[in-house]
């Protein structure tokens, strides 16, 4: 399976069978990170919420993972509901069907509910395509700690003042990369550096 996911294979079902492999082997820190990239592809698989839920658990830091509010989640629920392939495959139908209701106008003109149908698809198609942009350009990145313990510094720096320490399987928001550090911010505000080579970075 990690030489399937090496290869460029990137199935939801995969990522989810190697978290469970990791977390069998005790390897918290890829379980945790696995199980998460499973989750953006399979926003509503079951059962990866729970493996995920579980294995969140099982970590050190009680820290809550970065993840929208229940707020944005109910305003924007096709952002945060839809994978990036349902989103593509929205995104493309709604396309399709604007366009055809613009072609169909082009005859009928005076038809009032084609119009309102038409501002429909034109606000859908902006919502979505708006959201397939942020998706693409402006991935959430997290970081996953995978190491027993990590340290957090001051600067991208081994030398530098360590801040605070981190523990296999918490999951951080990456402010910034400098060339193998990540600036890492908790939920708390705190912010730290830490090397890159000691977590694993999800985006999406």
């Given at each position: ?6 290869s ?5 079902h ?9 977390l069998r082997?005790g390897?918290?820190g890829?379980?945790?990170?696995s199980y998460?990239?499973?989750a953006?592809?399979l ?8 493996n995920?839920a579980?294995?969140?658990k099982s970590?050190?830091?009680a820290l809550?993972?970065?993840?929208p509010?229940?707020f944005?989640?109910t ?7 839809l994978?990036?392939s349902?989103?593509q495959?929205?995104v493309?139908?709604?396309n ?5 209701v613009?072609a169909?106008r082009l005859f ?8 309102w ?8 198609l902006?919502?979505?395509?708006g959201s397939?942009?942020?998706?693409n350009?402006f991935p959430l990145?997290v970081?996953v700690v ?10 991208p ?9 981190l523990h296999?399987?918490t ?14 911010v908790?939920?708390d ?7 890159e080579?000691?977590t694993e970075?999800?985006?999406?």
């Amino acid at each position: 399976m990690r030489r399937l996911a090496e290869s460029g294979f990137d199935g939801g079902h995969l990522h989810f069978n190697l978290g469970n492999a990791y977390l069998r082997n005790g390897e918290l820190g890829h379980a945790v990170a696995s199980y998460r990239r499973a989750a953006i592809r399979l926003p509503r698989d079951e059962d990866v919420r729970a493996n995920l839920a579980f294995s969140r658990k099982s970590t050190k830091d009680a820290l809550s993972p970065p993840e929208p509010s229940a707020f944005l989640s109910t305003l924007f629920f096709w952002h945060y509901g839809l994978s990036l392939s349902e989103l593509q495959m929205v995104v493309l139908s709604l396309n399709l069907l604007f366009w055809s209701v613009w072609a169909i106008r082009l005859f009928q003109q005076d038809s009032e509910v084609l119009r309102w149908i038409f501002i429909l698809l034109l606000v859908l198609l902006v919502a979505t395509a708006g959201s397939l942009f942020v998706h693409n350009f402006f991935p959430l990145q997290v970081a996953v700690v995978v190491p027993q313990e990590i340290e957090a510094r001051t600067a991208p720096d081994p030398d530098s003042v360590v801040r605070f320490k981190l523990h296999a399987g918490t999951e951080v928001k990456v402010k910034d990369r400098r060339t193998g550090w990540l600036r890492i911010v908790l939920p708390d505000g705190q912010q730290g550096w830490v090397e890159e080579q000691w977590t694993e970075l999800v985006e999406g």
